[in-house]
């Protein structure tokens, strides 16, 4: 297995404990800083594997696959622990239900043989999404913070339903009964 897919493999395994100090009362208000910590060193792991395989040619269709999904699992995990508290239950909703019908096609696509990598929209939803989670889970007081938090809320949702009909429309071949 190569560094980048380490890299995602890594990014998996520290959401659990994301989850944790997100949910339990371990350490009192420090648990959300310890969370934000792993949180931001998992969406680093995301930034790295992606350059380094391009930098290096390390692509794989592991890769391509997996990458996704572990942003996926992570920002989902991030999205649950604060919906209905820091972020409306309906928008939560939204996010994941266009993460299920984008793994869907990329299942279909993988039946036909193809591997769909993520589209530029996709980068900067995830992007936008995981600094929105950083900034939610930090929670400044203030009501300069509290705009922020729903400009990058809103942000985020409006790029959710871009990068999705973009890759719909980018992928509509993938969902006809031909093989490609």
Not at 1 to 25: E, G, Q, S, Y
Not at 100 to 129: E, H, M, N, P, Y
Request: with cysteine; net charge positive; hydrophobic share 55%.
């Amino acid at each position: 297995m190569n560094l980048p897919n380490k890299l995602t493999v890594m990014r998996v395994c520290l959401i659990p404990f994301f989850v944790l100090f997100m949910l339990a009362d371990l350490f009192g208000t420090a648990d959300r800083y310890i969370a934000v910590l792993i949180f931001i060193v998992a969406s680093l792991t995301d930034l790295l594997d992606g350059n380094i395989a391009r930098k290096y040619n390390l692509v794989t269709n592991f890769g391509k696959f997996m990458d996704p999904l572990a942003d996926k699992l992570l920002v989902g995990a991030a999205l649950i622990c604060l919906s209905g508290v820091k972020i409306p239950v309906w928008i939560v909703i939204i996010i994941i239900s266009r993460e299920f019908i984008v793994s869907g096609l990329r299942l279909v696509a993988a039946d036909c043989g193809q591997v769909l990598a993520a589209s530029w929209w996709g980068k900067w939803k995830t992007t936008i999404q995981m600094v929105m989670i950083i900034v939610l889970i930090l929670d400044f007081p203030g009501t300069f913070f509290e705009v922020i938090e729903q400009i990058l809320i809103y942000v985020s949702l409006a790029l959710t339903i871009i990068s999705m009909m973009d890759y719909l429309l980018k992928n509509k071949h993938v969902l006809k009964d031909e093989k490609k």
